[in-house]
């Protein structure tokens, strides 16, 4: 059998470019959200062009190209300018038109705050659609490293390492000036001694730099970055991207970047996704890093009920009876240990020192002055001459309020892996998002959210289908509800 022939390459050949694109490509999809935008509102430049000067690329060109790339892994401003040139359904959503990777970059670089708002818009718009519960959210963060290397990330211990490497090679060139005798090996060690305090008075400036700022650690290349431990303690500078999933089809709804853990995120994050999703209540299911007594008693303030997983007692297992043998009365206030003895307050408030990473917060000690008769003394107290004591801190209510939650109801909180990993393993896995392109926190979210825009635009063309989808599109338009207020 001959083998399949195909075209002569000197034949002339006439398509159009509609016809080169599939019915069903996603490209349709990204070219029905783009024109629906009201650009301007956003904020977006050159929407509309001047008389005179050159003429610019209409911005729904290149936001288009982005999300395209976005959708398929391709990040680069270089490598989106070759898919504008090579890529027939790149070709078809830019109308033949091919910006310079310049060009790409700057549009990028220049509308971080606008790409934001065009995604919560289209959150907005799954409420019409019924698209989302608004009843039950889930929040997660993942890591990305930074455009700042570790070897730039300086904290107090770093530095101090420096210096004392710096101060010891000075000590040495200097003994070793002491001894030379030929001028040119004395001139070489002057200059050597010259570029260690040079490089001296940089971390010394580092330092003052540092303790200015208030913070524990300083990147030079990326001043937002932080050292982040990435996945099993490899620790790389990077972004805590914080992210809320709403359970009803995995949707994105809501995105932040801020410390370096999760344990100041969860009513923040949890209260702006109720504002955008118009909710008057809410359940929120996170996982132990987010478990603290304040985040759990805001989010109840707020209305939202938090179903976090309960963390262990942080007092040490040393053989006694642990925290949760002791009974609390929600009635009386006081405690009944194990042998039935009632530990009572005095009423006064302790303000805990907050030494090191704890945090800050007032708690009240229980006591009974039966311990020190008590035949079991042995077993409940060591070293302590007045007896055991309880600490209960002001946020106890609401937290063993949420482990309460979260026992009765195992099955449920199972679902917050299925609602989080789903929008994490498409991102990272599939397209690659382990790292940002961008420096700055307001950048580095611009890019967060075309990524989370065409993650969500993916999701509703699975659920909706891509015709019904472009048909919704096409009859609605998204403006920046901050401009009607």
Request: net charge positive; aromatic share 10%; charged share 25%.
């Amino acid at each position: 059998m001959p083998h399949v022939t195909g075209q002569q390459r000197n034949q002339m050949m006439m398509f159009s470019l509609e016809s080169s694109v599939a019915a069903d490509s996603f490209a349709r999809v990204i070219d029905a959200f783009v024109d629906a935008t009201n650009l301007e509102s956003f904020g977006f430049a050159h929407v509309n062009s001047k008389d005179e000067g050159r003429p610019s690329f209409h911005p729904s060109v290149l936001l288009k190209l982005y999300l395209y790339g976005y959708h398929n892994g391709v990040r680069s401003s270089r490598k989106l300018e070759r898919e504008a040139r090579l890529n027939l359904e790149a070709i078809w959503l830019t109308l033949g038109q091919y910006p310079s990777y310049k060009t790409i970059a700057d549009f990028r670089k220049n509308h971080s705050g606008a790409f934001r708002q065009v995604f919560r818009s289209f959150v907005r718009l799954f409420r019409d659609w019924e698209l989302n519960s608004g009843e039950t959210i889930a929040i997660d963060s993942f890591k990305i490293r930074a455009q700042n290397s570790l070897k730039n990330n300086l904290n107090q211990n770093k530095i101090d390492r420096h210096l004392e490497y710096i101060d010891n090679k000075i000590a040495e060139y200097e003994v070793g000036l002491d001894q030379a005798d030929c001028e040119e090996d004395k001139q070489e060690l002057v200059e050597k001694i010259q570029l260690q305090q040079t490089r001296r008075e940089g971390y010394k400036a580092i330092e003052r730099q540092l303790k200015e700022s208030g913070q524990e650690q300083i990147s030079l290349t990326d001043p937002d970055a932080r050292s982040v431990v990435l996945y099993r303690n490899i620790v790389n500078v990077g972004y805590n991207i914080q992210a809320v999933s709403d359970s009803k089809h995995k949707l994105l709804v809501e995105y932040e970047t801020g410390d370096v853990n999760d344990t100041h995120a969860l009513a923040q994050m949890a209260t702006a996704a109720k504002e955008i999703l118009n909710a008057e209540s809410m359940n929120v299911m996170a996982d132990k890093g987010y478990h603290t007594g304040e985040e759990l008693k805001k989010c109840k303030a707020e209305n939202i009920t938090a179903y976090v997983s309960p963390k262990a007692p942080s007092t040490p297992d040393n053989g006694l009876y642990p925290i949760t043998a002791f009974t609390y009365n929600t009635e009386n206030d006081t405690y009944t240990c194990p042998v039935g003895e009632t530990l009572r307050t005095n009423n006064v408030w302790y303000k805990h020192s907050g030494k090191g990473k704890s945090e800050v917060y007032q708690f009240r000690r229980y006591t009974t002055p039966a311990c020190k008769t008590c035949a079991s003394r042995n077993q409940c107290t060591a070293g302590n001459k007045n007896g055991r004591a309880i600490d209960r801190s002001e946020y106890a209510s609401a937290i063993e309020a949420n482990r309460e939650r979260v026992t009765a109801r195992p099955d449920y909180y199972r679902l917050r892996q299925q609602i989080t990993e789903h929008p994490f393993g498409t991102l990272k896995r599939q397209r690659g998002f382990t790292f940002t392109l961008m420096k700055g926190k307001t950048k580095v979210l611009g890019e967060v959210g075309l990524e989370f825009i065409s993650y969500n635009l993916a999701r509703c063309t699975t659920i909706l289908g891509l015709a019904k989808l472009c048909k919704a599109l096409k009859e609605c338009c998204f403006i920046d509800l901050n401009l009607l207020f």
